[in-house]
């Protein structure tokens, strides 16, 4: 029921705006950014769409449904990129979102709910240093602090306005109408390749929980100090890393979905010939069921006093910096998802997401649900990310089986 | 046989000429180190000693000998300091050498050799990225690349030029007259104190050898790859580090010093949400053997091919960044600081230095000896690095024995 060719045509025209030399680069509240959009709402108007930023500084495409008083139909995902890569990452699913719209204006469909197509602000890690601002701003979920988060000459507030939203209404924004959200996104895992599955139906988004850890030893010279007389944070660090891995591997195998992840690590005073001082890290958890994070939690907790011990170390108390619960989908929208799938002939499965979504956010205000396509080896924010426009194309014809099934209701 | 409170007085004296609030920071070629160095050339003057700077950039005082031809002793160590640290670290050294030279003159007593007492340029790594520059060049072991090296808007043959020194006979220096070289400095590991010792008879100077290892895993996102399915730089460079240590563990229980230490230590993309991509990590080895960094080497040569098929990651062949023999001390000179310490009554005991020194430098072309002085809990290259002037003075008296000594030789 959609145009793959359309869908090529657009996902190949936002990948050619970005920074030359690194591709595909289209960070949020960059002029580049900005020329995505300009694009994807010119998009949006021949697609019969009136468009307009909210308050949030997300672009959003409406159709007007048949019957006023229904509620609005969401669909959408986010236009931005991380720096030096995502050709697909939130973009197979805005265009995604907006070939529903054209499909059903080719076909002459009217929906009795009101439409909206988005492109979420921000759904990246922002210059501003956080992210899903769109989604989390459209339902009056930004914390008023962010607003005044610096960078370079700008706070994030004035980036907001700088796009054409109105902080001044930000907090305060609701979206009592919404009757239903759907995302498609690129499942930027390998499962779906692996097994050769169509379409992922997202049971839930896991929670993620980021835990700081400093480790401190002491600073001694590195050709003097007796082996069994020293104090090294990147030795018991390195054996805190292994420990993690194995306990996250362990937890893996169990039912829901489990990582955990040293992804980041410094260490001081980082001199060739001095015993490292001090290594702080930070630990990114993942996981489908919340207790499984709870039982991390609190072996991690018990994890570090036994290495303090053991290489004789000092070892603060992990420090949840931010910690999110799973979110899962709308019971009713995967079983629509699922109809979808059946009526398009794609091969599906269930399955939780590890990555954070928009659809995370406006799960809290409305019912909401999201489908992974498949993506090669699983690579994402890189270059190298791809999908095939097949795929991104079966994923637009659940969408959009999936929209003419929730309007039903 | 020597004055303890000048000693003291001294070394008090050049601890007041710091970066303030940087304790103690008179780092080599700065404003600061010329300061330092215009104290120690009033103080060689007021002990009688005829101060010169050499083509290498060294301050050295002279007092000439009864018997011209017999050659030179010389004695000293280096003012320089590293940033933020070393109060004691080298300054001790050339004061005792000083003092020594100040109580032959107070006891009105005439050496048949020539004494010089030297404080070398440059001993710690300076703004230029290498060390040893003073010792190196007074006899010619200075790589000719070096002299072009830069740091600001200056070369560090510009640099040695703005001491004093004449890089255009540098490469060329030689020091033939050379009879003996001691040099006294603080031990910079804890062995002396625990074992309630005056003095350390330096047996040899461990070589030191740099390994630089690059592990490269793949940068997959955090939160939707499976743990079984990651190639994590970090996790890979963990096992690294705890089986360096282990390996240097069981070889320092053999005889001879023995250290492995990962003092540096990068990673990539080192962002929160993304499986680490690569590790450059650099292995500071020491051994007093040569035999055991032989074995170390190719020890890891296996062992980083063992770790890339456990964890599915890509080592290079370790590269030997520089590797540097074990220096032994003369046997003679050993045998003089011995009789030095019982003339004085100084418990000794036989030791190999981990720490590189200027005297390493200087045995390749003469008779060369060190001994340490005990500091506090092996502190060193820190502020709190510190040194009990009782022990300094212990240290200055075997000097002038042992000096006294291989005069009669
Ligand atoms: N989808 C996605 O990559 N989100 C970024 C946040 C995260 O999951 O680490
Ligand atoms: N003595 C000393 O600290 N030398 C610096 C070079 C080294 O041994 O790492």
Partial sequence: PVNADRIAEDIDALAGITEPGHPWTRRAFSP???????????????????????????????????????????????????????RFDGI??????????????????????????????????????????????????????????VSGDRTLSQGIAEVGGD??????????????????????????????????????????????????????????????RRADALVAASQLVLDIRQRALEQAKTPGHFAATVGEFRIEPNAANVVPSKVVLLIDGRAEIRSDMEDFLAWIDGEVK??????????????????????????????????????????????????????????????AAMIFVPCKEGRSHCAEEWAENDDIAMGAAVLFEAVRDMDKN
């Fill in 32 to 86: 580049l950014f900005l020329e995505g959009r300009a694009y994807i709402d010119a998009r949006m108007k021949a697609a019969g769409l009136e468009t307009r930023i909210d308050a949030a500084g997300n672009l959003i495409g409406r159709r007007a449904g048949a019957k006023p008083g229904l509620g609005t139909i969401l669909v959408g995902s986010h236009s931005d990129t991380v720096p030096d890569g995502g």
């Fill in 167 to 228: 902080p001044s209404v930000l907090l305060s924004q609701k979206r009592p109408d919404l009757a239903g959200f759907l995302e498609l996104h690129i499942e930027q895992g390998p499962v779906l390749e692996a097994e050769n599955k169509d379409i992922g139906i997202v049971t839930a988004i896991a929670g993620i929980t980021r835990i700081e850890i400093t480790v401190e030893g002491r600073a001694d010279h590195a050709g003097t100090t007796p082996m069994d």
């Fill in 306 to 367: 036994t290495i303090a011990a053991d290489y004789g170390v000092t070892i603060n108390t992990p420090v949840r910096v931010s910690d999110n619960l799973p979110t899962p989908g709308a019971p009713a929208l995967l079983e629509t998802l699922e109809r979808a799938c059946d009526t398009v002939g794609a091969k599906h499965r269930r399955m939780a997401s590890g990555a954070g979504h928009d659809t995370a956010w406006i799960a809290k205000v409305a019912p």
């Fill in 92 to 149: 197979a699913g805005t265009i995604a979102a907006l070939e529903v719209a054209r499909s059903l204006k080719d076909r002459g469909i009217e929906l009795d709910h009101d439409l909206e197509i988005v492109d979420f602000l921000a759904e990246e890690v922002s210059i501003f240093g956080v992210s899903c601002i769109g989604s989390r701003g459209m339902t009056g979920q930004i914390p008023e602090a962010w607003l005044s988060r």
